[in-house]
Nanobody, 115 residues
Framework: QVQLVESGGGLVQPGGSLRLSCAAS????????MGWYRQAPGKGREWAAS???????NYPDSVKGRFTITRDTAKNTVYLRMNSLKPEDTAVYYC?????????WGQGTQVTVSS
């Protein structure tokens, strides 16, 4: 079982930036793709970004142009840089492999965008 630990969340004003980190307990070099997901209060979990082993990235329209996902295979870590944050980005953010490792969902990291 791979453990995933998210960090880097916090309280930020609208228009601000944060960088989230996701550290895996083993190598992610051979993982086909990694993704970030988020769950807002009262809503289901939704996909926020993904990156393949070849470095191809994809984003939903809601974050495209504002979020950037990267991966550092030497550190077994995936990052999510979030710029121009909006109140609707408020959520708990999680990372996982794609397809998901069902038993590897971590605690997530809370991001709150508010003035």
């Amino acid at each position: 079982q791979v453990q995933l630990v998210e960090s880097g969340g916090g309280l930020v004003q609208p228009g601000g930036s944060l960088r989230l980190s996701c550290a895996a307990s083993r190598s992610i070099f051979s993982v086909n793709a990694m993704g970030w997901y988020r769950q807002a209060p009262g809503k289901g979990r939704e996909w926020a970004a993904s990156i393949t082993s070849g470095g191809i990235t994809n984003y939903p329209d809601s974050v495209k142009g504002r979020f950037t996902i990267t991966r550092d295979t030497a550190k077994n870590t995936v990052y999510l840089r979030m710029n121009s944050l909006k109140p609707e980005d408020t959520a708990v953010y999680y990372c996982n492999a794609i397809p998901n490792w069902a038993s590897s969902w971590g605690q997530g990291t809370q991001v709150t965008v508010s003035s």
